[in-house]
């Protein structure tokens, strides 16, 4: 008998099993499918209707699984279950593994995603940490990959050991050639590991000051209050002693008065109350101290410390007008003199001395 179009064999199956192959992949892939629909419509109603993160995760996961994937299963189950009477297929299992791994590949990038904007959707104010997030779920994915790339040429029977041996080497070697770069990559890191300061916030290093632009891989840049920008790098940066007005809880304040020495005793007993009743009417402020602390060269010197409850300083500065005008006024109706420089001279007219008040520099 003659063999028929059916009979003709490819890759030493016939035509006919090929048939069988597909068709029966084909009604595997359409019941995988069914079935992923099914329940991830179900997993994504309680997702929305739940706190729990963890159906989300499964959701996304479901998700996340590809068409040729369940096409790649459905064609290793026909072959081994179904259709008993294929001949073995040359790499099939390579191939079903190589599915796994890219599948394994996609959804891990999948999740590392949900997990990145689940982090941004709670710190969307927060530009340091929306760039942190941002560099490290790209680090993470490109990480993932690399498994991935790995571990399909092991399974194709590639001996890794040595590419990998050969990317330390070389690395080794770009670390050497790049360390002031890597340097400040990883002091880049530092920064958005620990956050010592972000985006927007106040700084003074060393003899320079101003307010954070810019946090990048390599450098970051301050604008002074001049209006320059001034550009750090990272390592550099982080070597210096940095302080970080912006997250102070309080400002503490210390300001001295002078008085004259012809103030009388009586008043100058008042004083240290009338400094503290001028610092104590204004708000957001916490008092400390009021003294008389030193007899001055030409003024007896009071001494007072409060603190600031909101750190900004433009509001210090308008706390501070007030208290000073406040003190001027209760001065004022007291007739009690605020001390200037000035210089007493003694001058010898025969027998008798005469004494001469002048301002310093005069």
Do not use: C
Not at 141 to 165: C, E, H, K, P
């Amino acid at each position: 008998m003659n063999p028929t179009f059916l009979d003709i064999e490819l890759l030493d199956i016939t035509i006919l099993a090929w048939l069988k192959l597909i068709g029966i992949t084909f009604l595997l892939s359409a019941i995988f499918l069914l079935i992923k629909k099914v329940v991830f419509t179900r997993l994504s109603a309680l997702a929305e209707k739940t706190d729990n993160r963890v159906d989300d995760i499964f959701a996304e996961l479901l998700h996340g699984l590809r068409y040729y994937f369940f096409v790649l299963v459905s064609f290793y189950l026909a072959v081994k279950f179904f259709a008993v009477e294929t001949p073995e297929i040359p790499y099939l299992n390579h191939f079903v593994s190589i599915g796994f791994v890219i599948q394994f590949g996609l959804s891990g990038s999948g999740l590392i995603k949900m997990v990145v904007s689940w982090y941004l959707a709670s710190n969307e104010d927060q530009n340091t940490k929306v760039t942190a997030a941002g560099a490290l779920g790209l680090a993470f994915t490109f990480i993932l990959w690399v498994i991935v790339f790995l571990v399909m040429l092991d399974n194709f029977g590639i001996d890794i050991t040595a590419l990998v041996a050969g990317l330390g080497i070389g690395g080794i070697a770009i670390a050497l050639a790049l360390q002031n770069v890597l340097s400040d990559i990883l002091a880049y890191v530092s920064i958005i590991a620990d956050q010592p300061f972000s985006i927007g916030e106040f700084l003074v290093v060393g003899e320079f000051s101003g307010t954070v632009e810019h946090i990048g891989i390599k450098t970051t840049r301050v604008r002074s209050l001049t209006g320059e920008l001034i550009i750090f790098s990272n390592n550099d940066l982080l070597s210096s002693r940095v302080r970080n007005y912006k997250r102070m809880n309080e400002r503490r304040v210390l300001f001295t008065i002078g008085v004259t020495y012809d103030t009388p005793h009586e008043k100058l007993k008042e004083i240290p109350e009338i400094l503290k009743a001028a610092v104590e009417a204004q708000e957001n402020i916490r008092f400390d101290r009021s003294h008389l602390k030193t007899f001055a060269a030409y003024s007896i010197n009071y001494e007072v410390v409060f603190y600031t409850l909101v750190p900004e300083y433009a509001v210090m500065m308008d706390i501070q007008q007030a208290i000073n005008l406040q003190i001027h006024r209760e001065f004022e109706e007291r007739e009690i003199e605020f001390a200037f420089p000035t210089q007493t001279l003694v001058l010898n007219k025969g027998q008798g001395f005469e004494t001469v008040e002048a301002a310093a520099g005069s």
